[in-house]
Every structure is written in C-alpha cells, then in structure tokens.
C-alpha cells in the first residue's frame, strides 16, 4: 500500500470547493488554509489554490458575499457596497458601539503598542481606565506583559480587532505621518504633559523689597495684584471620561 502525502489525511472527502464553501459558511472565525486542509483531506497548496480561484469568482459574479483572507485565515463576508442593507437588517432596535473615546483609545493602543494604560492616558488628557475595560470585555485589547522600568501591565490589539477592521495584520494600518508633527517634538510633548523629563525650575532670587516711606507727605503705596491661580491643561491626564465607552444607539 502507498504511503500518502504528507499534506494530505487518509480521510474520505466531497469536492474540495463544496467542501470548502460549507466549511467556511458555518465557521465564525477565519479559519487558515493547514486547518482546512486538515478536515476536507487535500494538500494545502490544492486547498490555497481553490480559496483564491472561489474569492475571484464570487468577484466576478457579482455575488453579494466575498472571500477574504483576514487575520490569518479565510472567511466569508457581505460586500462593502450592501452594507447599507446588511445594517438595516442586523442594528434593528438599540445596539451598543463604541463611543468615540472608545475608538480614539482603540487607535493609540493600535499605533502605539505594547503600551500601558498611564501612556495612553498621557497622549489622550484623560483618563482611559473605564474605556480599556470596555475594549478588553469587547475582546479588542488584551494584556501583553509588563513593563521592565515600571512594572505597568502593557496592552496590544488582538487578532479580533484585526478581524474587525479587515485587514490581515498591523502593517495594512494607514499611515500616520501626514497627520502628526513630527515624531521627536511628539515625544518630547507627551514626556513633558506626563512629568517625565521635566527638571525643577531653580528658585528665583527674591529682590529685597525698598523700605516704606514714613514721611507725612508720602504717597499710599500700591496695591500689589494678586498672584494668578494656576489651572491644570486639560491634557494633563487628570481628566476621566464621561463614560466607559459605549454609547447606545
């Protein structure tokens, strides 16, 4: 009897492309090319080959779903051009989403990862911790071990987020640099807003005060204005947001 490929599994398999379709319709997760070729019983590189000729197709019929590759794996979505149906059908009534501090929180972490929750606070002014609890419980964020100096938990996005946003990894992210100054004055900016480079100002020598005229004649001094009371910015970090991140529609 001769052995059988490596890729391939002695299993009795359908078609590969029905199998595949019926596969990847009750996933609800990208499912990667091993593991379908694990259950349908082809090579991997048969298995590759029939998930880019099925997304081509469905392109070219003009089919009301598509086949990505997302996050690592394959799945089935509507098309960006029938979103507008899809939400009429699935936001029917109230729905939770992401408030725009949710969102804005999500895009630090996003760009700026492994990062702790201080340091987003220091480049948002506010603070996040109800937010980041928002997107750790939506599965968007998770913890992604310590920092060495502080000891702080860091945080990154997840491969749900990935999922989320369609794309594969965070290199398809947009690029940021025609909207941000430049990255050294950003750094020196937020270590600043955060006390972190910030030395003490040397005490100003105190200028002995003239002595008071006691003659008769002498004029009523000058009232001395009061000193002005400082503010905190309101991009110290000492802000909370108004919520934790989720606004109903």
């Known amino acids: 009897m001769s052995e059988q490929p490596d890729s391939t599994l002695d299993v009795a398999v359908a078609e590969l492309r029905?199998?595949?379709?019926?596969?990847?319709?009750?996933?609800?997760?990208?499912?990667?090319?091993?593991?379908?070729?694990?259950?349908?019983?082809?090579?991997?590189?048969?298995?590759?080959?029939?998930?880019?000729?099925?997304?081509?197709?469905?392109?070219?019929?003009?089919?009301?779903?598509?086949?990505?590759?997302v996050a690592g794996g394959w799945r089935f979505y509507s098309r960006p051009e029938l979103a507008g149906v899809v939400e009429s059908f699935v936001l029917e009534g109230q729905q939770a989403r992401l408030t725009q501090a949710a969102l804005e929180t999500l895009s630090v972490v996003a760009y700026k990862q492994p990062i702790s929750r201080a340091r987003v606070s220091a480049i948002r002014g506010v603070n996040v911790d109800g937010v980041m609890r928002t997107l750790l419980t939506r599965g968007l964020v998770e913890e992604a071990g310590q920092d060495e100096q502080s000891g702080a938990n860091l945080y990154r996005t997840t491969t749900y987020f990935l999922e989320r946003i369609g794309v594969t990894s965070l290199d398809e992210l947009p690029e940021l640099a025609p909207y941000l100054p430049d990255m050294d004055d950003l750094e020196d900016e937020l270590a600043s807003v955060a006390g972190l480079d910030a030395p003490p100002e040397p005490a100003a020598e105190a200028t002995p005060e003239p002595a008071p005229d006691s003659s008769p004649d002498s004029s009523p001094a000058t009232p001395v204005p009061p000193a002005p009371v400082h503010h905190p910015s309101p991009h110290s970090g000492a802000g909370t947001e108004p919520d934790g991140g989720t606004e109903i529609s």
């Open 18 to 69: 029905p199998a595949l379709e019926a596969i990847l319709m009750v996933s609800d997760e990208p499912l990667g090319t091993v593991r379908l070729a694990s259950v349908v019983g082809h090579p991997v590189e048969d298995v590759e080959a029939a998930l880019e000729a099925l997304a081509s197709e469905y392109t070219e019929q003009g089919r009301g779903f598509d086949l990505r590759s």
